[in-house]
Nanobody, 125 residues
Framework: QVQLVESGGGLVQAEGSLRLSCAAS????????VAWFRQIPGKEREFVSGIVRSGTTPDYAEFVKGRFTISRDNAKNTVYLQMNNLKPEDTAVYYC??????????????????WGKGTLVTVSS
């Protein structure tokens, strides 16, 4: 089992920045690939960014490329999402998710085995 806890959400003005953290406890965190998803009320949960267990080759949704950066510190059992140049349309609950599968698709929520409870990001115009 892996427990994931997100933090770092809050209210920020447009063009501002936030850094989200996903802290993990439980089994060896470095064995898991980790992703960030977000969900706007009334809409489906969508993939934002993912990073494999080694920390190489991060992946991003098109709508955050150039603005968001994902990283991980396996020694601290933590994954980060640095969000810059935030837009009002980035307002959502952001979730951390992890999978230990060898084969998976980042954008498919069903491939994620563990989820945090989310942290709310609100971007004002």
């Amino acid at each position: 089992q892996v427990q994931l806890v997100e933090s770092g959400g809050g209210l920020v003005q447009a063009e501002g920045s936030l850094r989200l953290s996903c802290a993990a406890s439980g089994r060896t965190f470095s064995s898991y690939h980790v992703a960030w998803f977000r969900q706007i009320p009334g809409k489906e949960r969508e993939f934002v960014s993912g990073i494999v267990r080694s920390g190489t080759t991060p992946d991003y949704a098109e709508f955050v490329k150039g603005r968001f950066t994902i990283s991980r510190d396996n020694a601290k059992n933590t994954v980060y999402l640095q969000m810059n140049n935030l837009k009002p349309e980035d307002t959502a609950v952001y979730y951390c998710a992890a999978t230990g599968r060898g084969a998976f698709t980042w954008t498919y929520v069903g491939d994620m085995d563990y989820w945090g409870k989310g942290t709310l990001v609100t971007v004002s115009s």
